[in-house]
């Protein structure tokens, strides 16, 4: 064993000789690129403590900098949106991009994702962390025991082989659970932020009715349905898993980095920085659009979806038109339009992929080797200050082990190396998921944006036709009058509309002002030719369009009780389509039992339904289920359970005869429920004592209703029409006669 010892450090000795002498040869060629070299290293020898000193203040002002450019983008980002502001243009944005809107939304959407420091989803993302942080370590610690395992194999060590294999065994059972409790807690934390974000936005969206006003009074969202099952699912699975993705490598990167300087010196860790800085800058310049690109696919994918929605909502109608060819057209064009973008996103990113994998893989892989490799070449450099890990190879070669000492040191310092080039690789792959992560914020801030104007009144809506042409005049009233807002006064018992312009949400002005009063017990005929504002003063009494000037007088929405003509029928039972919007403990609260329903559907005649469907809880699709007649008489029937002070009954008799309509608006009158009708029905004038009359120009006439009188007046103008048809046909005869009589 001595002897070997006395061998190499004869061979060691014999090898410095060499080294001096072809350094002494290099010092003379003064003209010679090596003899540069070695004067840089001779240099770099005697002031190795001020060069680390200056490499450090580099370092710390490129952080600086960094800083005070981001500050100064985000000033600059702020100071236009102030002048667009300003403008009173609005602010577009051109796709979801990594600015100050992005951290704006990002603030806004944590803020609902994890409600505060001490909830459920703080703990979670803390003890996240604490995982990561252990796992960072114990990466270290194994990659210290795969230098022993390996320097052991080369000095042929069994027992340290085996006693390194026993170690590495040990540190997989903390290895492999920190990796499962890591998975699973990304998972909740995904779950945990779906659930919060969908109940807010189920909150904002089913409330001030302003599901309705989103498809109805504002174009800029086509699919609402789509954003919240989908977008936001999206969302929280890419907030969990950039977590994740950004803080496991940060942690590496820094914990690696700080161990790297340690073993192979801060110098060469600065030149892997500076290399790794240079090529995430170029990657950086030719990254396609993530962001835009990934927002503008779910728009694609919410419109291809939306269409399925429309042609199974309007399945009947398509049928008996035979429109199945033209719906699959337009259906194949959204999904081609789709499947285009998928194919431009896929071609972007073979060649980013490619450049990509050569730089981060292969490029710095072979920087990282140069690196590990530096302080074995560099170990008998005449002149040079050793290291930590030198010092400890030199005790090791003064032992005899001199070969196992450096690939000890080679192994874990290319093991370190690995993991913090993983690491910045996978900050580098973070970077297309951060974009795509900004996409998701644009749609979903959009959504909750769009929710919260529409909650307060604020539509936008393309003008069409009349109104589009008229909203070029900025000083024409009637094209701004959307954007006024009238005043909502609730009344005890009656309705009045006071100076109140029917509009429609595109802009077009049906009546300029609408003025009329009803009190308890006056019921109301409203007739007039299609498009005239009747259906569209219904909205705005019932809440669903704005007052867009003067005065509306009503009482509360709970004393105001709509029936449409096709009536709506919820998914439940029986009984919930009698009692609806109510459900059971409502009913329970009511005192209202089964045999109470049981007597109302049997003033609509449509008791016998409740054996004949199987029961009051008896669950099928009622839409199917039931005829047309008989929803009508279940709507009627929801009414006399209700009982509200005021009624609006729109063609709600259309499928019934005339002995059922005649005992629906008699229980009603006796209920002491006031109708508001449209019908163009004759045999529903008696049920009335006034009448609103639109002529289809923007008039209108509000009077007393004499319905014999009026009835009268109908047939005698119908008897006049008929007579004075008949003149014509006379007068051709005539005229036929006279021709015949000439003709002999």
């Not at 060069?51 to 702020?78: D, N, Q, W, Y």
């Not at 308890?520 to 009747?534: A, E, Q």
Request: overall charge positive; charged content about 20%; some cysteine.
């Amino acid at each position: 064993m001595a002897a070997a010892v006395n061998h190499d450090l004869l061979v060691g000795a014999a090898t410095d000789k060499i080294h001096s002498a072809l350094y002494k040869y290099v010092l003379n060629l003064k003209h010679n690129q090596l003899a540069m070299l070695a004067k840089f290293v001779v240099f770099y020898a005697k002031h190795q403590k001020t060069v680390k000193r200056s490499i450090l203040a580099l370092i710390f002002l490129g952080v600086i900098e960094r800083i005070h450019k981001v500050v100064r983008l985000m000033t600059a980002e702020r100071k236009s949106v102030a002048t667009v502001s300003d403008n009173g243009k609005g602010r577009t944005r051109r796709g979801a991009q990594l600015d100050k809107q992005f951290f704006d939304n990002m603030k806004q959407l944590i803020a609902i994702a994890i409600p505060g420091l001490f909830s459920k989803e703080a703990g979670m993302l803390v003890t996240h962390t604490v995982l990561l942080v252990f796992r960072t370590f114990l990466s270290v610690v194994v990659a210290s025991l795969d230098g022993e395992i390996v320097s052991s194999l080369v000095r042929l060590q069994g027992r340290e082989f085996l006693t390194g294999i026993a170690k590495w065994m040990t540190m997989a059972v903390p290895a492999t659970l920190t990796n499962s409790l890591l998975n699973y807690l990304q998972t909740m934390l995904a779950i945990r932020f779906r659930q919060n974000l969908t109940e807010h936005v189920h909150k904002m969206y089913l409330a001030n009715n302003t599901y309705y006003a989103v498809g109805n009074l504002d174009d800029r969202i086509k699919n609402a349905d789509q954003l919240v099952a989908v977008d936001i699912t999206k969302f929280s699975n890419s907030l969990a898993e950039i977590y994740s993705n950004l803080a496991k490598p940060t942690v590496d990167a820094f914990v690696y980095n700080i161990q790297l300087a340690k073993n192979l010196g801060i110098e060469s860790l600065f030149g892997i920085m500076v290399i790794v800085q240079m090529s995430s800058g170029m990657l950086r310049l030719m990254a396609p659009p993530f962001g835009q690109l990934a927002a503008q696919e779910q728009r694609l994918e919410g419109e291809f979806y939306s269409t399925h929605s429309r042609l199974i909502e309007h399945a009947e109608e398509i049928a008996l038109y035979r429109g199945h060819e033209t719906e699959k057209l337009t259906i194949t064009k959204k999904y081609l339009r789709l499947v285009r973008h998928i194919n431009r996103i896929c071609r972007l990113n073979v060649f980013y992929n490619m450049s990509e994998d050569f730089i981060v893989k292969y490029f710095w892989g072979a920087a990282g080797l140069s690196a590990c490799a530096i302080p074995v070449f560099a170990d008998r450099m005449p002149g040079a200050k050793r290291t930590v890990a030198d010092t400890v190879g030199s005790v090791a070669v003064a032992a005899g082990s001199s070969i196992g000492a450096h690939t000890k040191n080679f192994v874990t310092n290319r093991r370190l190396l690995l993991s913090a080039s993983d690491a910045f690789a996978r900050l580098m792959y973070s970077y297309k998921e951060i974009v795509e992560l900004a996409g998701y914020a644009e749609r979903v801030t959009g959504l909750l944006t769009v929710f919260s104007e529409v909650s307060s009144g604020q539509y936008i809506k393309a003008r069409v036709g009349e109104s589009a042409e008229k909203s070029q005049n900025p000083d024409d009233t009637e094209a701004n009058i959307v954007n006024q807002r009238g005043e909502t006064v609730e009344s005890v018992d009656d309705v009045e509309f006071i100076d109140v312009p029917i509009v429609s949400p595109n802009g077009d002005v049906l009546v300029r002002k609408l003025n009329f009063h009803v009190k308890p017990g006056r019921h109301l005929l409203i007739v007039g030719p299609n498009g005239c504002g009747k259906s569209s003063m219904f909205r705005i009494l019932g809440g669903l369009w704005p007052v867009y000037g003067g005065t509306l007088r009503k009482p509360s929405m709970s004393q105001i009780f709509y029936i449409p003509q096709r009536p709506y029928l919820p998914i439940g039972t029986l009984r919930d389509q009698v009692i609806y919007p109510d459900c059971a403990a409502d009913m329970a609260a009511k005192s209202t039992t089964d045999a109470d329903l049981l007597a109302i559907l049997k003033i609509v005649q449509l008791n016998h339904i409740v054996e004949r469907e199987g029961g009051w809880d008896s669950v099928k699709a009622w839409r199917d289920a039931l005829s047309g007649g008989d929803k009508q008489r279940i709507a009627m029937a929801r009414l006399f359970y209700h009982r509200p002070r005021y009624a609006i009954m729109d063609e709600c008799t259309s499928a019934v005869s005339m002995d059922i309509e005649k005992i629906m608006y008699t229980h009603a009158t006796s209920l002491g429920i006031t109708l508001l009708t449209v019908s163009h029905r004759q045999s529903l004038w008696m049920y009335h004592n006034y009448i609103l009359q639109y002529d289809g120009q923007g008039g209108y006439l509000f009077s007393k209703l004499d319905p014999e009188r009026r009835i009268a007046l109908m047939e005698e103008k119908q008897q006049i029409e008929q007579e004075l048809a008949a003149i014509g046909d006379m007068e051709a005869r005539l005229q036929e006669m006279e021709a015949e009589a000439a003709s002999y």
